[in-house]
RNA sequence: GCGCCUGUAGCUCAGUCGGAUAGAGCAACUGCCUUCUAAGCAGUGGGCCAGGGGUUCGAAUCCCUUCAGGCGCGCCA
């Protein structure tokens, strides 16, 4: 509605010469009508002349005036539009039968996109924090996908470095113990439970096979073992909190295929390569970045950042428009050698969007958990999902700003289970089912519900949800290009806001055919609207509850 | 020391790229179930938007500064 609206405005700022204006919208407080936009205030001074003189001209100068019920002017040069109902009403319709094909415009015109996401080391269970990642950048990939973009979601697997052979030794030094035999526990060892787990898998199933053998001989059992198993569990965990990937892309993968070599080599033909002290350097200083980044150490090892090359080199050469990473807070140290070296393979900076994910500190009623993967101290994800639940979990996470810092108390949010907003959203879902229900049970034609009699429809609720419904778009919209899923959160908390009142108050099945077929016409938009937005959000809609 | 994020109701958080009288949930208190689901509804109270300067018609929002919290600054991963 604010597509029709804003083409309406241009056309009557234009016919005034005032040229090419971007005009904003905001929806008002009630009283002062639907949509307002603050557009002639912009112009005054352009225009030298006063607001309110401007907001006059635009509004002489719009001829569409069968749209709205009334426009005026307000405040210091305000204009409020009010929509007539016919209009509002011929829209719902649309809404009902078009669904997801009116809620949509296509934004992304089937470009290609990836969102890489959790990407946590396979040394250890899911905490907390990679659930957010998971929660946000599931909900990011489902909004830019309903945009119309084709979404990649990646999950980048660390099964190269140093952090999985230390898991092995871990498990060696473990399973030696577990034989009785005396061994020493590496110093920065992962020390979970989880450790002991796998070491006790190996006695099971192969006994005393590895005891005499050194670390050495044994440690490609042990590193593939235990990080293969680590990473089933990540699977499951992640199935089980309700999210999908599309690709697993190993760093080992890149070392077999030489795609760091690769990197490399391409890196250095552009020239932005130097060696140094028996180093190779990337010269990230030559975009931005605050020093050099060695790529590979004068002992001859790769360092970290060689796969991160690669590893982008990659994602480019597999031609996505826009290369989106979620990564936790504590890494954003590293955007900018990567925005450099996203450039010094030739594509701008915009290319490569580093999405932050603020840190979760954990409570439990009101004191902090410490959280350390190597001390083996952590509340994994799988515990939260059993505490809390994961609709709950993900609802929690996506009802903040990613860049916000996120308390997540273990206590409250099994207390609040009852009064959480989550079933207050998923609640109007299960009552309008409900509704429907009953409906059919007293014989009422269910179907073709678009063509019932609106404007039947006369209560101040009925047209304020009405409203709300053909907000979503916007608000969906928004979402998409701002890369912001909170905002369909809040939206579906303020559409029930209306919804339960309203259900409350009146009663939808009655035995007034026409006026009950219209009613459970704006509860079907009701319903369109919170799946749409609760699938969205990766969460579910349940019938019943 | 430098850089990034954050500071809004008792608590957890929104605030639509500068707009009208700053919002929601939880917690607290008072009422409502013979009627489509009470995981609901009606109502009450609650704020120097961390502090101070500035920019302009107009600031929670932009700039400067101070304070507080978090994170990051390796030929670590």
């Not at 830019?144 to 871990?170: C, F, H, M, P, T």
């Not at 975009?287 to 050099?292: A, E, N, P, R, S």
């Not at 009852?418 to 007293?442: C, D, G, H, L, M």
Request: with cysteine; aromatic share 10%; hydrophobic share 40%.
């Amino acid at each position: 509605m604010e597509r029709y609206a804003k083409e309406i405005v241009e056309k009557a700022v234009r016919s005034l010469g005032a040229g090419q204006v971007d005009i904003e919208f905001e929806v008002p407080r009630e009283e002062f009508g639907d949509l307002a936009t603050p557009v002639a205030m912009a112009l005054s001074k352009l225009l030298r002349k006063a607001p309110r003189k401007v907001a006059e001209e635009i509004v002489g100068a719009i001829e569409e005036k069968e749209v709205f019920e009334r426009i005026d002017i307000a405040g210091p040069g305000y204009i409020n539009f009010a929509f007539s109902k016919k209009y509002l009403i011929s829209l719902t319709k649309e809404l009902i039968s078009l669904k997801e094909k009116f809620i949509r415009r296509d934004t992304g015109k089937g470009m290609r996109v990836q969102v890489e996401f959790v990407s946590a080391n396979p040394t250890g269970p899911l905490h907390l924090g990679h659930g957010r990642g998971a929660a946000v950048g599931a909900a990011l990939s489902n909004l830019l996908e309903a945009a119309g973009y084709s979404v990649e979601r990646e999950y980048y697997i660390n099964d190269a470095g140093r952090q999985v052979k230390l898991l092995g030794l871990s498990v060696f030094a473990k399973y030696q113990q577990q034989l009785g035999l005396e061994y020493p526990f590496p110093e920065d060892g992962y020390r979970g439970a989880y450790v002991e787990d796998l070491a006790g898998k190996i006695v099971a199933g192969h006994g005393s096979r590895y005891s005499e053998m050194s670390f050495q001989e044994a440690q490609d059992f042990f590193t593939d073992f235990s990080y293969k198993e680590m990473l089933l569990e990540i699977e499951k965990d992640l199935k089980d909190f309700g999210i999908v990937f599309n690709t697993w892309q190993s760093e080992r993968e890149l070392y077999a295929k030489h795609e760091i070599e690769k990197a490399i080599d391409d890196l250095m033909l552009r020239g932005r390569t130097y060696d140094k002290d028996g180093a190779l350097w990337f010269k990230a200083t030559d975009f931005g970045d605050d020093k050099d980044r060695v790529i590979r150490k004068s002992d001859g090892e790769l360092t970290y950042f060689a796969s991160d090359i690669a590893y982008h080199r990659k994602k480019i050469e597999k031609g996505f428009a826009e290369i989106i990473d979620i990564w936790g807070a504590d890494h954003h140290g590293y955007i900018s050698r990567l925005k450099a070296v996203i450039q010094a393979l030739g594509y701008g900076p915009e290319h490569l969007t580093v999405l932050l994910v603020q840190m979760v500190s954990l409570l439990r009623g009101g004191k902090p958990v410490q959280m350390s993967k190597r001390a083996g101290e952590f509340v994994t994800l799988r515990e939260v999902m059993d505490e809390v639940g994961s609709d709950t979990a993900k609802f929690i996470f996506l009802t903040r700003r990613p860049d916000s810092h996120l308390e997540f108390d273990l206590e409250v949010a099994k207390e609040q289970s009852a009064e959480n907003p989550v079933f207050y959203v998923q609640y109007a879902n299960a009552r309008i089912n409900s509704i429907f229900k009953n409906a059919k049970e007293k014989g009422i034609d269910v179907s073709g519900l678009e063509g019932s009699d609106f404007s039947l429809l006369s209560a101040g609720e009925e047209m304020r949800i009405l409203k709300k419904l053909l907000a979503y778009p916007r608000v969906f919209e928004s979402a998409a290009v701002s890369h912001e899923p909170h905002r369909i959160t809040f939206y579906l908390q303020e559409l029930t806001g209306l919804f339960h009142p309203y259900y409350n108050k009146y009663r939808i099945v009655t035995d007034e055919t026409e006026l009950t077929r219209a009613r459970l016409a704006l509860c079907e938009g009701v319903r369109i609207v919170l799946k749409d937005g609760l699938g969205i959000l990766g969460l579910t809609a349940p019938e019943k509850m």
